[in-house]
């Protein structure tokens, strides 16, 4: 069966930092393109970035660039998602998922919390 | 950016109703869109890609269809566990993939 098991989220002060993780399982994990999607309280969702399957190639949203970084162990079978710098309006449910860029999203996690408050 | 805008953003229907929800491109995208299901305090789960072709596992009640601006997603009879809030996403022009802002399916 095809997992994605995020993990990471969690209550952090304004500028703060987290690193947000996803263990993928029950399919060639190098072998796709993997992405993070967010969505905030009661909002639609929202593309954050994409890494290619070798990881060489990483695509962000115009309002994360500069804070996030995704990242990827094909060893490890695993994605990450360093989140710098957080603001109020970066508040939301964390998704990763399998695919994306020129494809669909098969498989989505179940997600991780991000909440950015004082 | 490309933008999706759906229509409309809430419907009420009946079990049994025929629902079809659209989809429109600021510009022409191909194939090159998904739908995906969301049901509360749930991650979404894709239902069509590539505009047309149905995911594994799917009932058949689902289809879509459409190329380059308008999609619509059609359930050709609802269920119960139909309801739920329904996001379009073209991912043609790249990056950024964009999503539309969602149509949610509520019990008349």
């Known amino acids: 069966e095809v997992q994605l098991l995020e993990s990471g989220g969690g209550l952090v002060q304004p500028g703060g930092s987290l690193r947000l993780s996803c263990a993928a399982s029950?399919?060639?994990?190098?072998?796709?393109?993997m992405s993070w999607v967010r969505q905030a309280p009661g909002k639609g969702l929202e593309w954050v970035s994409t890494i290619s399957d070798s990881g060489i190639s990483a695509y962000y949203a115009d309002s994360v660039k500069g804070r996030f970084t995704i990242s990827r162990d094909n060893s490890k079978n695993t994605l990450y998602l360093q989140v710098n710098s957080l603001r109020a309006e970066d508040t939301a449910v964390y998704y990763c998922a399998k695919g994306g860029g020129d494809t669909a999203m098969s498989v989505w996690g179940q997600g991780t919390l991000v909440t950015v408050s004082s | 950016a490309i933008q999706l805008t759906q229509s409309p953003s809430s419907l009420s229907a009946s079990v049994g109703d025929r629902v079809t929800i659209t989809c429109r491109a600021s510009?022409?995208?191909?194939?090159?869109l998904a739908w995906y299901q969301q049901k509360p305090g749930k991650a979404p789960k894709l239902l069509i890609y590539d505009a047309s072709s149905l995911e594994s596992g799917v009932p058949s009640r689902f289809s879509g269809s459409g190329s380059g601006t308008d999609f619509t997603l059609t359930i050709s009879s609802l269920q119960p566990e139909d309801f739920a809030t329904y996001y379009c996403q073209q991912f043609n022009n790249y990056p950024p993939p964009t999503f539309g802002q969602g149509t949610r399916l509520e019990i008349k």
């Open positions: 029950g399919f060639t994990f190098r072998s796709y393109a």
């Open positions: 510009q022409g995208i191909s194939s090159a």
